[in-house]
């Protein structure tokens, strides 16, 4: 199983804005603490902010900082936010998949998997994740 590179650093994002909540952080000085590439990372942040994720402000005092409590902000939040969901095989959903003869139960398996993948980012907050308090 993959994890999209924009999932990941979209996490990694909400981490370092999570860790101090009342404190606005640039894009950029995100970009370095993370090692995520800037660009990249701006274009993140755009589909955060539409999620309604982050709260942005422009000019010297500016920066993004959580339009919620870390608490309430789970990490199947952001995924869906960035990859609009949790699973996809070849860039299909697996409503799509066409499975035939002695593959047609496979479809189910992939199902059960994102089932358990949903489970566990749905359980873990960005709270948890800052406080080192993983689902295992």
Do not use: N
């Not at 990859?83 to 299909?92: K, N, P, S, V």
Request: net charge neutral.
């Amino acid at each position: 199983m993959q994890i999209s590179a924009k999932a990941d650093y979209a996490v990694r994002a909400l981490a370092e804005l999570a860790a101090d909540p009342g404190r606005p952080l640039t894009c950029e000085a995100i970009a370095t603490s993370q090692d995520i590439p800037f660009r990249f990372l701006k274009a993140v942040f755009r589909d955060l902010r539409q999620a309604g994720l982050v709260r942005s402000q422009r000019g010297c005092e500016g920066g993004y900082w959580l339009a919620r409590d870390p608490a309430e902000t789970t990490l199947a939040d952001i995924v869906l936010a960035v990859d609009g969901a949790f699973l996809t095989l070849r860039g299909e959903g697996l409503d799509d998949l066409g499975y035939r003869g002695p593959a047609a139960g496979l479809p189910g398996v992939w199902r059960g998997m994102e089932a358990h993948v949903r489970q566990v980012l749905t359980s873990t907050a960005l709270s948890d994740l800052v406080r080192e308090r993983l689902v295992a």
